[in-house]
Each structure stands twice: as C-alpha cells, then as structure tokens.
C-alpha cells in the first residue's frame, strides 16, 4: 500500500537501456522489505528504446520528462513520489543490497540532517573498454563522497533527502545540465542542514573510459557556464579550469601510493581534460550551447 512506502529510489535515465536494467535489477534485491520503496525511472526524452523498454517492465514506475537535463527527470519524479525519504541513484550504478536499509537508518538518525551523501566505488564493467589511465585517473580524482559532504556537498549518484527538505527548495534547477547537485547541496547547507557521509550505503559505479571522461568534462564546463551570470565567465572559467589542473597536477605528482607508471598516465589524462575545457570554454564564448553529453 502507498501509506507503507517509507523511501522512493529515483532514477533518471536517457539512452542507457542495458544499464538501467541492471541498476533495477540491483533495486529490486534491496534487503528492505519490498513493500517499504518503490522505484521510479523517469525516461529523459531518449532516442534509443529506454523508454520502450522500461514500459515493458514490472515492479516499477515509470515516467518520461522530455525537458533535457537529468534535474528535470528528478523533479517529474518528486513531484510523484510517496514515500517521505528520496534516494537518488544513476542509471548505470549498481546499488549494494542494504543501501537502502543503511541511508533510512542514516537519515533517521538525525533530524538535523539534510542530505545522506552514500559511498561510491568504482568498478571495471564487463566489456566496457576503460583504458588505464581514465581507470586511474577516476580512482584518484571523481566522486569522492566523503571530501563532497566534509565541504557540505553530495553529488546525486548516491544521494538521500527528505521530500520536504527538496520540495522547500523547489526542487533541483532545471536550468543546468550538470552541477545541479551542488547547487541543491549549497542551498540546504545555507538552511542550516548538514550533509552526513554514510560509508555502509554504498553503490557501484562503472569506471568510464577516456572518451566518456571527457564528455562529463564538457558537460561540468557547461553547467558552470549556465550557472555564472558575469561579464567575465570566459575569463573565470579558464582560470577556474587552470587552478584546477595545477592542484590535480600537484597532487598527482606528490601522491605515494601511486607507481610512476601510473602517475604519467593520470597527467596525460589531466593535459586532455584541460584541453577539453578550454576548448569547451572558447566554444561556449562563441554562441554554442551547453552539453548534456
């Protein structure tokens, strides 16, 4: 029944139907009780068969918001859901089987919580074709949950809120294509919640290969773009994009755990992601609109 649902697991998709089978897959063998969540998969206007394939399924709901940009696949999902607790994952992420059961213990814990920041790893994907230095790179530098909620952040690949705290926010802006996540965070933070690691609500994220690491790069340089209203964002993201690769730089030099192998190829990945925001920054001065891929 609706009134027993305590937790709603969204998950927005576009043009990913192998993967989002799986991610459900992996919702469907949570070990909380079955009739305590309910899982919403919101098609972002795919051009491939997600949607025809989601409509097929069983167990699930399933929405279409044709808006372009994962945060208004995720409010057309608010705005439906019935349990008072939202969890947030990916459609290529494979969430552990107590995730569920670990962020409602979580977010239970503290009234004063706004945002449950779950644990995210890293994993080879079957026939995946991950090169190694986009492995090493992403092992070093992406979705570090716990640095995210130190600096009062949490990224929507494994997030967890209370509908009320979301909906008082008027959902994620649907204006940006990437960096809507921050954005919420900064906003609950500012309200005076905290944002709260939890290292046992873990799921799994396929590594992405150096091609797919550098489409979120120009997707990351766009959402910033959207998001900065100054006369000179040109300038400040250029910069922006330089103290970034200076620090990475830096850090994968001076790093210990790593080979020396290993550390060439992470700075190789680091010259072609500044390249791509730089290139991403010219293009966007010039009139071209920002990606979601």
Same mark, same amino acid.
């Given at each position: ?12 998709? +576009? ?14 063998? /949570? ?30 709901? @399933?929405? /279409?918001?044709?808006?372009? *940009? ?28 107590? +995730?569920?059961?670990?962020? @409602? ?10 945002? @449950? ?34 600096? *009062? ?5 494994? +997030? ?61 340089? *766009? ?6 209203? *100054? ?63």
């Amino acid at each position: 029944m609706i009134s027993d649902i305590a937790i709603s697991v969204i998950v927005p998709v +576009w043009n990913d139907s192998y993967r989002v089978l799986k991610c459900i897959d992996a919702l469907k063998s /949570q070990t909380l009780p079955k009739e305590k969540f309910e899982i919403i998969v919101v098609d972002n206007g795919s051009q491939d068969n997600t949607f025809e394939v989601l409509q097929q399924l069983e167990g699930i709901t @399933v929405l /279409q918001e044709c808006t372009p *940009g994962s945060y208004a696949a995720r409010n057309k999902a608010i705005s439906v859901a019935n349990g008072a607790i939202l969890a947030f994952t990916d459609s290529d992420c494979l969430p552990e089987k107590t +995730w569920l059961e670990n962020l @409602v213990s979580c977010i239970n814990s503290d009234e004063n919580i706004g945002i @449950v920041a779950g644990e995210i790893k890293f994993f080879e994907a079957e026939n995946d074709d991950v090169e190694r230095e986009a492995l090493a790179f992403e092992s070093m530098f992406s979705m570090n949950q716990k640095k995210y909620a130190e600096k *009062g952040l949490c990224i929507t690949a494994n +997030w967890c809120s209370k509908k009320s705290v979301l909906e008082a926010h008027s959902g994620f802006r649907t204006d940006l294509k990437s960096g809507g996540d921050h954005d919420m965070s900064r906003r609950i933070v500012d309200s005076g919640l905290k944002v709260k690691y939890c290292e046992e609500a873990k799921v799994y994220h396929p590594a992405r290969n150096k091609q797919e690491l550098l489409k979120k790069r120009r997707r990351v340089i *766009g959402g910033s773009w959207d998001k900065s209203n *100054g006369k000179f964002k040109t300038f400040t993201l250029l910069k922006n994009s330089s103290k970034l690769f200076l620090k990475r730089l830096f850090k994968a030099i001076s790093i210990s755990n790593y080979s020396v192998y290993e550390k060439v190829l992470i700075i190789k990945m680091l010259f072609l992601i500044l390249g791509v925001s730089i290139s991403e920054v010219l293009k966007l001065t010039l009139g071209k609109e920002s990606s979601r891929s």
